[in-house]
C-alpha cells in the first residue's frame, strides 16, 4: 500500500544534540512538507521541497535543516540551535506544490530532556 | 497575512447528532482542505475543494468562495467521529499551507 512512513514514532534527546526525523514516500509525489504542530496552535510549515535537490524554507525554518537527495525521502534534521525543539513533527505530501491531496505521515514526537 | 479561524474550538454532542464545524479564511484560496486528526496524531486528508459542495458517507463539505467559508458537517454522528477536525487553505500565488487551529470534537454515546 501506498503511503508516508515517518520514523521514530518517539524521540527523547538531550539538549545539544542534533537529531534526525525520518519521512519516506512511495507515492511517487514531487512535492513533501514538514511541519510542526504544537498545543493549540495550528500545523506550521518548516521546510518544502517540489522537487529533488531543491527546497525552500517555510515560517519556521530556522534551527531545522532539511535534504531532498531521493524523490521518496526528506529527512528532517533538529539541530541544537532550535531553542524550543520539543513538539510534534509532521511530513505530508502531495502530487504538486499547493495542488491535490495531502497524504500526512503517522508524525513523530520529538521530547528534548 | 492570511488567518484561518475555525469555530468552535471545541464541541461535544451526543450520539446521532448533526454537526457542523466552521472555517473562515481572509485571503484568496485555489484550494481548501478539511483533515481529520485522530489521537494518535495522524492526519487523513477528508475533502480538498475549491468550490460546491462534496460529500463522502456521512461527510458533508461545502464552500462559498466570495464570503470566503467553508463548513464542515457530520450527519448522525458516532463516538468514532470524535477527533480534531482541521481547516486548512492553499492561498493563491503561495506555497504551503495555512492551518486553523482545529476544532476537537467529541461525541458521547
Known amino acids: 500500500d501506498g503511503g508516508i512512513t515517518q520514523s521514530p514514532k518517539y524521540l527523547f534527546r538531550k539538549e545539544g544534540q542534533n537529531v534526525t526525523l525520518s519521512c519516506e514516500q512511495n507515492?511517487?509525489?514531487?512535492?513533501m512538507y514538514w511541519y510542526r504542530q504544537d498545543p493549540g496552535q495550528g500545523l506550521r510549515l518548516i521546510y518544502y521541497?517540489?522537487?529533488?535537490?531543491?527546497?525552500q524554507k517555510g515560517d519556521i525554518a530556522e534551527g531545522y535543516s532539511v535534504s531532498r537527495e531521493k524523490k521518496e525521502s526528506f529527512p528532517l534534521t533538529v539541530t541544537s540551535a532550535q531553542k524550543n525543539p520539543t513538539a510534534f513533527y509532521l511530513c505530508?505530501?502531495?502530487?504538486?506544490?499547493?495542488?491535490?491531496?495531502?497524504?500526512f505521515g503517522e508524525g513523530s514526537r520529538l521530547t528534548v530532556l | 497575512k492570511n488567518e484561518v479561524e475555525q469555530s468552535p474550538q471545541n464541541l461535544t454532542a451526543q450520539e446521532g447528532e448533526f454537526i457542523t464545524i466552521n472555517c473562515s479564511y481572509s485571503?484568496?484560496?485555489?484550494?481548501l482542505h478539511w483533515l481529520q486528526q485522530h489521537p494518535g496524531g495522524g492526519i487523513v486528508s477528508l475533502f480538498m475543494?475549491?468550490?460546491g459542495k462534496k460529500k463522502h458517507g456521512r461527510l458533508i463539505a461545502t464552500i462559498n468562495i466570495q464570503e470566503k467559508h467553508s463548513s464542515l458537517h457530520i450527519t448522525a454522528s458516532h463516538p468514532r467521529d470524535s477527533a480534531v477536525y482541521i481547516c486548512?487553505?492553499?492561498?493563491?500565488?503561495?506555497?504551503?499551507?495555512?492551518f486553523g487551529k482545529g476544532t476537537h470534537l467529541i461525541i458521547q454515546p
Open positions: 505530508a505530501s502531495n502530487w504538486q506544490s499547493n495542488t491535490g491531496e495531502l497524504f
Open positions: 485571503v484568496g484560496i485555489s484550494a
Open positions: 486548512a487553505v492553499s492561498p493563491q500565488g503561495a506555497d504551503g499551507l495555512t
Open positions: 475543494l475549491s468550490s
Open positions: 521541497s517540489q522537487i529533488v535537490n531543491d527546497f
Open positions: 507515492l511517487n509525489h514531487d512535492a
